[in-house]
Each structure stands twice: as C-alpha cells, then as structure tokens.
C-alpha cells in the first residue's frame, strides 16, 4: 500500500519507457488507476499488462488496480493536480501509513498546527484542527497536501 506519490514513481522506477504517470482513486469504482504513457504518449498492451502485474503484486492488496493510457484522465474527468512542495512529496514517500505514521507525517508537513487524530473509519481519516482562523483557501490547501500523505484509498476531511 502507498501514497499516491509512492505509486507513480514505483511505476516510473519500474518501467523504464514510462515518461508519464498519474495515480487516482476512483472513489464511486473503488479502483486505483494508474494512468500511464510512454514518451510518445501510448501504452501497448504488453506494457499494460506488465504494469497491472506489478501492481497488484506490490500494490495494496485491497484495492483494484487498473491501467490506462494518459490520455484517457481527461475523458475519466480526473482532477488536475497542483504543484506540491518538495517537502511534502518527500514525507509523502518515507512516512509510515499506519495511524501513528500518518499523524507524525502531518505533523513534520504542518510543525505549526495542532492537529489531532479525530476518527478513521470507512476509508475517511478525519483530522481536528484547533486554528479556527484559517481561512478556506488555506484549509483547502492543507486537505489537498495531506491528502498526499495518506494511503491511496484514503480520504482526509478536516473538521
């Protein structure tokens, strides 16, 4: 099991003629798809099954795994992603993805919040923030840095 940073690079790592690599889970699906090109922008087959063997033998185990050519994250409507700083893609590779592990990983990424574990079921870790003066922009920027460093299939909500 990893971040969505772990995956991509693990299938860049792996796969030599990749140059591209996206990691989305579909929550309405539950399937993790990894969208994938090489530097022409295309997939063949044997490489897409090869990748689809790695994945679910490293992947985690409770989810499906699914390959996609690049090109299909705009008919699939997968978000864009912003620029995430060095540091939190760094957390994002080294943290461990248990409870504990992900806690100390948001507290090296936002040393300046208190933060504290609130709930984790269904897939949701909800997270309790004390600083009620952020405002939407900033909490949004923290859910979306934090949503980096969790388990794929994990959704983050800050109450």
Not at 55 to 76: C, P, R, T
Not at 114 to 132: E, P, R, T, Y
Request: charged letters at 25%; hydrophobic letters at 40%.
């Amino acid at each position: 099991m990893g971040t969505r940073i772990w995956y991509e690079i693990a299938i860049l790592n792996k796969f030599e003629e990749i140059r591209f690599s996206r990691m989305y889970y579909d929550k309405t699906n539950k399937v993790a798809v990894a969208y994938v090109a090489d530097s022409q922008g295309k997939l063949s087959s044997d490489l897409k099954t090869s990748i689809e063997e790695f994945l679910n033998e490293y992947g985690a185990a409770h989810l499906h795994h699914q390959v996609k050519e690049y090109s299909e994250m705009v008919h699939d409507r997968v978000p864009h992603l912003s620029d995430i700083p060095s540091e939190i893609r760094y957390i994002a590779l080294i943290g461990e993805l248990n409870q504990r592990g992900i806690m100390k990983s948001l507290e090296a990424a936002f040393p300046f919040l208190d933060m504290k574990l609130a709930n984790f079921q269904n897939g949701v870790l909800k997270i309790w923030i004390s600083q009620g003066n952020l405002s939407h922009a900033e909490t949004q920027l923290i859910k979306d840095y934090a949503q980096e460093l969790v388990p794929i299939s994990v959704e983050v909500d800050l109450i």
